[in-house]
Protein backbone atom coordinates (compact mmCIF):
# COMPACT_ATOMS: atom_id res chain seq x y z
CA UNK A 1 0.00 0.00 0.00
CA UNK A 2 0.90 3.32 -0.57
CA UNK A 3 0.39 6.42 0.79
CA UNK A 4 -3.58 6.66 1.88
CA UNK A 5 -6.12 8.36 -0.26
CA UNK A 6 -9.62 8.73 -0.05
CA UNK A 7 -11.35 6.16 -1.77
CA UNK A 8 -14.31 6.60 -3.78
CA UNK A 9 -16.11 4.14 -2.93
CA UNK A 10 -15.99 5.66 0.75
CA UNK A 11 -16.56 9.39 0.04
CA UNK A 12 -19.71 8.82 -1.95
CA UNK A 13 -21.53 6.82 1.04
CA UNK A 14 -22.97 9.20 3.41
CA UNK A 15 -23.00 8.64 6.97
CA UNK A 16 -25.44 5.88 8.24
CA UNK A 17 -27.90 6.57 10.00
CA UNK A 18 -27.77 6.08 13.67
CA UNK A 19 -30.90 4.02 14.17
CA UNK A 20 -30.09 2.04 11.03
CA UNK A 21 -26.69 1.67 12.87
CA UNK A 22 -28.36 0.71 16.08
CA UNK A 23 -31.18 -2.10 14.34
CA UNK A 24 -28.01 -3.69 12.77
CA UNK A 25 -25.85 -4.10 15.59
CA UNK A 26 -28.55 -5.15 17.74
CA UNK A 27 -29.01 -8.08 15.27
CA UNK A 28 -25.10 -8.25 15.26
CA UNK A 29 -25.03 -8.49 19.19
CA UNK A 30 -27.42 -11.03 19.13
CA UNK A 31 -25.12 -13.47 16.61
CA UNK A 32 -22.25 -12.43 18.91
CA UNK A 33 -23.93 -14.29 21.80
CA UNK A 34 -24.70 -17.34 19.87
CA UNK A 35 -21.23 -17.55 18.97
CA UNK A 36 -19.99 -17.17 22.00
CA UNK A 37 -22.67 -20.15 23.64
CA UNK A 38 -21.18 -22.26 20.88
CA UNK A 39 -17.26 -21.57 21.46
CA UNK A 40 -18.07 -22.07 25.40
CA UNK A 41 -19.93 -24.97 24.19
CA UNK A 42 -17.62 -26.19 21.58
CA UNK A 43 -14.32 -25.45 23.50
CA UNK A 44 -12.72 -23.43 20.83
CA UNK A 45 -9.85 -21.04 20.88
CA UNK A 46 -10.23 -17.85 19.52
CA UNK A 47 -7.97 -15.10 18.90
CA UNK A 48 -8.99 -11.74 17.60
CA UNK A 49 -5.88 -9.04 16.72
CA UNK A 50 -6.45 -5.72 16.19
CA UNK A 51 -3.87 -3.18 14.24
CA UNK A 52 -3.93 0.15 12.59
CA UNK A 53 -2.84 3.58 12.80
CA UNK A 54 -3.52 5.57 16.35
CA UNK A 55 -7.31 6.98 16.10
CA UNK A 56 -8.22 4.54 13.90
CA UNK A 57 -11.13 3.45 15.78
CA UNK A 58 -9.97 -0.32 17.55
CA UNK A 59 -10.93 0.45 20.80
CA UNK A 60 -14.50 1.92 19.77
CA UNK A 61 -14.54 -1.78 17.01
CA UNK A 62 -13.73 -4.04 20.36
CA UNK A 63 -16.19 -1.86 22.73
CA UNK A 64 -18.69 -3.13 19.96
CA UNK A 65 -18.15 -6.40 20.14
CA UNK A 66 -17.88 -7.26 23.54
CA UNK A 67 -20.57 -5.09 25.14
CA UNK A 68 -23.11 -7.76 25.17
CA UNK A 69 -21.54 -10.84 25.87
CA UNK A 70 -19.88 -12.18 29.02
CA UNK A 71 -15.81 -10.76 30.07
CA UNK A 72 -15.34 -14.16 31.32
CA UNK A 73 -15.17 -15.60 27.52
CA UNK A 74 -14.36 -12.63 25.38
CA UNK A 75 -11.34 -11.37 27.38
CA UNK A 76 -9.74 -7.65 25.89
CA UNK A 77 -6.15 -7.50 26.21
CA UNK A 78 -3.93 -4.21 26.18
CA UNK A 79 -0.52 -4.52 27.44
CA UNK A 80 1.36 -1.46 28.77
CA UNK A 81 4.70 -0.71 28.18
CA UNK A 82 7.05 -3.71 29.23
CA UNK A 83 8.63 -3.78 32.10
CA UNK A 84 12.62 -4.39 32.49
CA UNK A 85 11.93 -7.91 33.46
CA UNK A 86 9.99 -8.27 29.90
CA UNK A 87 12.67 -6.55 27.91
CA UNK A 88 14.74 -8.87 28.84
CA UNK A 89 12.78 -12.13 28.00
CA UNK A 90 11.76 -13.74 24.39
CA UNK A 91 9.75 -11.09 22.77
CA UNK A 92 6.63 -13.05 22.60
CA UNK A 93 6.86 -14.30 26.17
CA UNK A 94 4.43 -12.21 27.27
CA UNK A 95 1.79 -12.64 25.06
CA UNK A 96 1.53 -16.22 25.19
CA UNK A 97 -0.44 -16.08 28.86
CA UNK A 98 -2.78 -14.51 27.63
CA UNK A 99 -3.79 -16.78 24.67
CA UNK A 100 -7.38 -18.39 24.79
CA UNK A 101 -8.09 -21.56 26.54
CA UNK A 102 -11.04 -23.37 25.08
CA UNK A 103 -14.23 -21.76 25.77
CA UNK A 104 -12.25 -18.63 25.33
CA UNK A 105 -12.15 -15.82 22.88
CA UNK A 106 -8.98 -13.14 23.23
CA UNK A 107 -9.46 -9.64 21.56
CA UNK A 108 -5.61 -7.94 21.44
CA UNK A 109 -6.06 -4.43 21.16
CA UNK A 110 -2.21 -4.15 19.74
CA UNK A 111 -0.59 -6.87 20.30
CA UNK A 112 3.30 -8.81 19.87
CA UNK A 113 3.02 -5.99 16.13
CA UNK A 114 4.16 -3.68 18.44
CA UNK A 115 7.55 -4.90 16.94
CA UNK A 116 6.71 -4.23 13.45
CA UNK A 117 4.85 -0.94 14.15
CA UNK A 118 5.67 1.42 17.15
CA UNK A 119 8.79 0.10 18.34
CA UNK A 120 10.34 -0.18 14.89
CA UNK A 121 9.19 3.36 14.48
CA UNK A 122 9.77 5.23 17.16
CA UNK A 123 13.32 3.48 17.65
CA UNK A 124 12.29 0.95 20.53
CA UNK A 125 14.11 -1.70 19.04
CA UNK A 126 16.53 -1.83 16.42
CA UNK A 127 15.91 -2.26 12.77
CA UNK A 128 17.52 -5.40 12.57
CA UNK A 129 15.38 -6.83 15.53
CA UNK A 130 12.16 -5.86 13.58
CA UNK A 131 13.26 -7.52 10.34
CA UNK A 132 14.08 -10.89 12.54
CA UNK A 133 10.54 -10.38 14.12
CA UNK A 134 8.89 -10.57 10.47
CA UNK A 135 11.03 -13.50 9.31
CA UNK A 136 9.63 -15.38 12.83
CA UNK A 137 6.34 -14.31 13.25
CA UNK A 138 4.84 -16.36 10.07
CA UNK A 139 6.60 -19.74 11.79
CA UNK A 140 5.27 -18.21 15.46
CA UNK A 141 1.35 -17.93 13.63
CA UNK A 142 1.47 -21.34 11.86
CA UNK A 143 2.68 -22.84 15.57
CA UNK A 144 -0.83 -21.05 16.92
CA UNK A 145 -3.11 -22.18 14.24
CA UNK A 146 -1.65 -26.13 15.03
CA UNK A 147 -2.61 -26.07 18.20
CA UNK A 148 -6.37 -25.11 17.51
CA UNK A 149 -6.26 -21.43 17.91
CA UNK A 150 -8.41 -19.73 15.71
CA UNK A 151 -6.59 -16.46 14.62
CA UNK A 152 -7.91 -13.30 13.05
CA UNK A 153 -5.80 -10.14 12.42
CA UNK A 154 -7.97 -7.23 11.46
CA UNK A 155 -5.90 -3.55 9.99
CA UNK A 156 -7.83 -0.62 10.29
CA UNK A 157 -7.01 1.80 7.85
CA UNK A 158 -7.79 5.70 8.24
CA UNK A 159 -6.72 8.48 5.75
CA UNK A 160 -4.56 11.17 7.37
CA UNK A 161 -7.34 14.02 7.34
CA UNK A 162 -9.95 11.74 9.55
CA UNK A 163 -7.09 10.56 11.91
CA UNK A 164 -6.24 14.14 12.37
CA UNK A 165 -9.47 15.40 12.93
CA UNK A 166 -10.43 12.96 15.83
CA UNK A 167 -7.18 13.30 17.53
CA UNK A 168 -7.92 17.00 17.57
CA UNK A 169 -11.40 16.08 19.02
CA UNK A 170 -9.70 14.28 21.81
CA UNK A 171 -8.02 17.20 23.09
CA UNK A 172 -11.00 18.96 23.84
CA UNK A 173 -13.05 16.28 24.75
CA UNK A 174 -12.90 15.08 28.85
CA UNK A 175 -14.67 11.79 28.11
CA UNK A 176 -11.95 11.20 25.30
CA UNK A 177 -8.64 12.87 26.38
CA UNK A 178 -6.98 9.63 28.20
CA UNK A 179 -6.80 8.17 24.57
CA UNK A 180 -4.30 10.35 24.01
CA UNK A 181 -1.49 9.36 24.63
CA UNK A 182 2.37 11.42 24.76
CA UNK A 183 3.10 8.45 22.12
CA UNK A 184 0.33 9.37 20.06
CA UNK A 185 1.93 12.87 19.88
CA UNK A 186 5.07 11.99 18.99
CA UNK A 187 3.76 9.21 16.52
CA UNK A 188 2.36 11.89 14.79
CA UNK A 189 4.31 13.40 12.42
CA UNK A 190 5.88 10.07 11.29
CA UNK A 191 2.79 9.05 8.77
CA UNK A 192 5.08 7.45 6.04
CA UNK A 193 7.44 6.18 8.78
CA UNK A 194 4.19 4.06 9.93
CA UNK A 195 3.48 3.79 5.86
CA UNK A 196 6.77 1.71 5.31
CA UNK A 197 6.45 -0.29 8.27
CA UNK A 198 2.64 -1.53 7.59
CA UNK A 199 4.08 -2.52 4.24
CA UNK A 200 6.75 -4.31 5.05
CA UNK A 201 5.05 -5.58 8.17
CA UNK A 202 2.10 -6.78 5.56
CA UNK A 203 4.80 -8.43 2.87
CA UNK A 204 5.92 -10.19 5.40
CA UNK A 205 3.33 -11.43 7.69
CA UNK A 206 0.17 -11.83 4.87
CA UNK A 207 0.16 -15.47 5.11
CA UNK A 208 -2.33 -17.92 3.33
CA UNK A 209 -2.74 -19.25 6.90
CA UNK A 210 -3.04 -16.04 9.49
CA UNK A 211 -4.31 -13.15 6.75
CA UNK A 212 -5.04 -9.38 7.42
CA UNK A 213 -8.11 -8.46 7.04
CA UNK A 214 -8.13 -4.39 6.09
CA UNK A 215 -11.11 -2.49 7.15
CA UNK A 216 -11.87 1.31 5.51
CA UNK A 217 -12.36 2.67 9.07
CA UNK A 218 -13.14 6.70 8.04
CA UNK A 219 -16.85 5.64 8.96
CA UNK A 220 -16.68 3.74 12.74
CA UNK A 221 -20.02 2.98 12.07
CA UNK A 222 -19.72 1.21 8.93
CA UNK A 223 -16.18 0.01 10.22
CA UNK A 224 -17.30 -1.66 13.36
CA UNK A 225 -20.72 -3.21 11.50
CA UNK A 226 -18.60 -4.50 8.44
CA UNK A 227 -15.65 -6.01 11.33
CA UNK A 228 -18.07 -7.89 13.07
CA UNK A 229 -19.89 -9.06 10.11
CA UNK A 230 -16.91 -10.35 8.80
CA UNK A 231 -16.14 -12.08 11.96
CA UNK A 232 -19.31 -14.18 12.45
CA UNK A 233 -18.56 -15.42 8.87
CA UNK A 234 -15.00 -16.35 9.98
CA UNK A 235 -15.78 -18.40 12.55
CA UNK A 236 -18.28 -21.59 11.70
CA UNK A 237 -21.01 -21.54 14.56
CA UNK A 238 -24.67 -22.37 14.98
CA UNK A 239 -27.24 -21.60 17.21
CA UNK A 240 -27.15 -23.57 20.50
CA UNK A 241 -31.02 -24.97 20.99
CA UNK A 242 -31.88 -24.96 25.07
CA UNK A 243 -34.95 -25.81 27.05
CA UNK A 244 -37.06 -22.51 27.06
CA UNK A 245 -36.22 -20.19 30.47
CA UNK A 246 -38.85 -19.64 32.76
CA UNK A 247 -38.82 -17.49 36.07
CA UNK A 248 -39.56 -20.43 38.71
CA UNK A 249 -41.96 -19.28 41.39
CA UNK A 250 -40.71 -17.28 44.67
CA UNK A 251 -41.58 -16.58 48.27
CA UNK A 252 -41.51 -13.25 49.30
CA UNK A 253 -42.06 -12.43 53.12
CA UNK A 254 -42.81 -16.31 53.90
CA UNK A 255 -39.43 -17.01 55.08
CA UNK A 256 -38.42 -13.53 56.75
CA UNK A 257 -39.82 -10.46 57.46
CA UNK A 258 -37.61 -7.61 57.05
CA UNK A 259 -36.47 -5.38 60.03
CA UNK A 260 -37.00 -1.81 58.14
CA UNK A 261 -32.89 -1.00 58.07
CA UNK A 262 -31.99 2.53 58.11
CA UNK A 263 -30.32 2.21 54.59
CA UNK A 264 -28.39 4.98 53.79
CA UNK A 265 -29.73 5.84 50.55
CA UNK A 266 -27.62 8.34 47.76
CA UNK A 267 -28.74 11.49 47.28
CA UNK A 268 -31.46 11.61 44.04
CA UNK A 269 -30.09 13.97 42.01
CA UNK A 270 -31.67 12.78 38.59
Known sequence: M??????????????????????????????????????????LKVCIVFEGRDGAGKGGTIKAITERVSPRTFRVIALPTPTEREKSQMYAQRYIPHFPAAGEVVIFDRSWYNRAGVERVMGFCTDQQAKRFLEVVPAFEKMMLESGIILLKYWLEVNPEEQTRRLTARIDDPRKIWKLSPMDLKSY?????????????FAATDTPWAPWQVVRSDDKKRARLNIISHLL????????????IVL?????????EEKGYPFKFIPEKY
Open 189 to 201: DRWDDYTRARDEM
Open 233 to 244: HAIEYKELKGEK
Open 248 to 256: PKRKIGKTY
Open 2 to 43: GKAKKDPKTTEKTKLDRKEYDTEMAKMHGELVKLQQWVVNKG
